[in-house]
T-cell receptor, first 107, second 114 residues
């Protein structure tokens, strides 16, 4: 059973448009969720985590326990946001990742 | 220069051969992980280790083996029993306790079976 679902393989938007990368999870306890990002020719790295309730590079993500979602949002996309984005769920001592979504921001 | 180093970056193997991928970290992290990255499937956990001389199977451990003899090192062996070994392999490390347990990743190793 898939514990982290990212329904979109590819999301293509124009520069300046709002962005929402979807993530749904399945977890019986109190979830701990993350977004990781991989820019072209760079290592996979942490973007943000829900417990910090922070905004990184203009991105935010709110945990919605009722909808079991942790969507990543940005009001105005920039070309440098183009990357692969992974949603991840902590299960005990390990992280379970979704299939990832490629975000392409067009000029 | 602190971080995680994976080697080799590219590796070719004939069917039936075992191959070992190296992962070294100088971050003094207790935990280390191996993930496999396939298009459309994201990252899937192969093995992980929380402490020296101990490791646990992840979701897709069949056909793989690991060892953790030193805190800094967590090599992965892809055995001939792995049915579909061609993939991109990522190693990561983290502190076991502390805020969030962020994973730090290596640059990856691409294995191609000919």
């Amino acid at each position: 059973a898939q514990r982290v679902t990212q329904p979109e393989k590819l999301l293509s938007v124009f520069k300046g448009a709002p962005v929402e990368l979807k993530c749904n999870y399945s977890y019986s306890g109190s979830p701990e969720l993350f977004w990781y990002v991989q820019y072209s020719r760079q290592r996979l790295q942490l973007l943000l985590r829900h417990i910090s309730r922070e905004s990184i590079k203009g991105f935010t993500a709110d945990l919605n326990k009722g909808e079991t979602s942790f969507h990543l949002k940005k009001p105005f996309a920039q070309e440098e946001d183009s990357a692969m984005y992974y949603c991840a769920l902590r299960e005990g001592n390990k992280l379970v990742f979704g299939a990832g979504t490629i975000l392409r921001v067009k000029s | 220069d602190g971080g995680i180093t994976q080697s080799p970056k590219y590796l070719f193997r004939k069917e039936g051969q075992n191959v070992t991928l190296s992962c070294e970290q100088n971050l003094n992290h207790d935990a280390m992980y191996w993930y496999r990255q396939d298009p459309g499937q994201g990252l899937r956990l192969i093995y992980y280790s929380q402490i020296v001389n101990d490791f646990q199977k992840g979701d897709i451990a069949e056909g793989y083996s690991v060892s953790r003899e030193k805190k800094e090192s967590f090599p992965l062996t892809v055995t001939s029993a792995q049915k579909n070994p061609t993939a991109f392999y990522l190693c990561a490390s983290s502190i076991v306790q502390g805020e969030g347990g962020e994973l730090f990743f290596g640059e990856g190793s691409r294995l191609t079976v000919l």
